[in-house]
């Protein structure tokens, strides 16, 4: 029989899951278990950072990592859910644990339906007048300048040596890009690593919120190996940057808040976004459309890929009409499976988001979580397209 240790929130219960332990028992720290699923109706399986890398990362195989997030929906009462405090074991076949996973499963199904939903979007661009003098602003040596500074790490990997150093690059420039307007704040998130993501906000006046989201992190082909992550995500990174330059500078003033969340740790499953989506539907935040980017600069058929799976319907439909509005290009539709990007996360949260990628899967970048995700392989004036696309979509949003 094979016993597994969980370390629940490792960082935050430390303490008690040592003294719980017998020496003899303590996994070292990269045995850790980490809670992961590959589909949406999958339980879960425990693995250890580096089977994560091995077994699913390294080959292409899309998951989220739960084991973070999954305390933080919303409590039931009664003596399972208790019993659910870290440290507590998981024998196999352990009826209990089977009745522990069904209440997860509930309690997310409760929550998204919980979360309030907005059913419509409108018919398509009505704010052409406003948002076209800002995105006639964008600069394309911008996002040159900043896709440079991010592919110069020799990796972004969420727990390695460059983690916290890009992190703090990430917090830096976004301020800098929303330095123009004193009432926008730049906060970071805190995970169980040491890679923060970073939210930015511009505050409107209706108390909800719309959302545009990149992951910073990178992967390699091993987990220290050299990641420059050019297209997979500075690219997305920048555009969303600039679209917050842009917007700062013109002192845009929203009714809804607009949010630029930058986050961490995707690459090992999802977890910066699920981090700060657990939360905000925990505390109530009322987020009206989440736009996801992740790879916007390497498009041989030179189309704003919209996917239509694990997303919404009303708004994925939305954002193809944007496109034609907001760019000079064709949209390209395609679908990506389970836990592809940041998206997954906002959808398991409730919120209604959509997913815009560069291309669709069969000719998407192959250079992806290697050391040849290069700045060399993109095409900054395809990603200046992204960048108008976000910028018609946030002064459309503003006023959804
Ligand atoms: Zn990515």
Redesign the pocket.
């Known amino acids: 029989m094979v016993r597994f240790v969980l370390l629940g929130a490792a960082a935050l219960h430390a303490t008690v899951v040592l003294s719980a332990l017998t020496a003899q028992s303590l996994p070292a720290r990269d045995e850790e278990l980490r809670l992961v699923k590959t589909s949406e109706d999958d339980a879960g399986t425990w693995m250890t950072e580096e089977q994560k890398f091995e077994q699913l990362t390294s080959k292409g195989i899309h998951f989220a990592d739960i084991t973070d997030t999954m305390a933080s929906l919303p409590p039931l009462s009664g003596p399972l859910f208790e019993r659910r405090i870290p440290p507590f074991e998981k024998v196999e076949g352990n009826q209990e644990w089977s009745k522990i996973q069904e209440l997860d499963t509930l309690r997310a199904d409760r929550l998204a339906s919980a979360v309030e939903k907005r059913a419509t979007f409108p018919s398509g661009a009505s704010h052409q007048s406003e948002a076209n003098p800002l995105i006639a602003r964008l600069s394309q040596s911008n996002l040159q300048t900043w896709t440079n500074a991010l592919a110069n790490f020799y990796n972004r990997y969420y727990k390695g040596t460059y983690a916290a150093t890009s992190a703090q690059w990430m917090y830096d420039t976004a301020r800098s890009a929303a330095s123009a307007n004193s009432a926008i704040t730049v906060k970071q998130f805190s995970h169980s690593y040491n890679q923060p993501s970073v939210i930015a906000a511009i505050p409107g006046t209706s108390g909800e919120v719309v959302v545009v989201s990149a992951?910073y992190d990178s992967v390699g082909t091993s987990t220290s190996g050299r990641a420059p992550g050019a297209d997979?995500?500075a690219s997305g990174v920048v555009v969303v940057l600039e679209a917050l330059r842009v917007l700062a500078e013109a002192k845009f003033k929203p009714a809804n808040t607009l949010e630029f969340h930058f986050y961490s740790g995707?690459e090992g499953g999802l977890q910066g976004s699920r981090g700060v989506m657990q939360s905000y539907a925990r505390s109530g935040v009322k987020v009206l459309a989440v736009m996801n980017q992740?790879?916007t600069g390497y498009s041989p058929n030179n189309v704003i890929a919209v996917y239509t799976d694990y997303v919404d319907a009303g708004l994925t439909s939305y954002l193809q009409k944007l496109v034609p509005v907001y760019t000079q290009l064709k949209v390209a539709t395609d679908r990506c499976g389970y836990a592809c990007?940041d998206h997954g996360s906002a959808r398991d949260a409730g919120y209604p988001v959509a997913y815009v990628c560069d291309e669709v899967m069969a000719d998407s970048s192959p250079y992806i979580h290697s050391a040849n995700d290069a700045v060399s392989t993109l095409s900054f004036p395809h990603m200046l397209q992204h960048a108008k696309l976000t910028v018609g979509f946030l002064v459309e949003g503003s006023y959804f």
Do not use: I
Request: proline share 0%; net charge negative; aromatic share 0%.
């Open positions: 992951h997979d995500n995707e992740d790879m990007s």
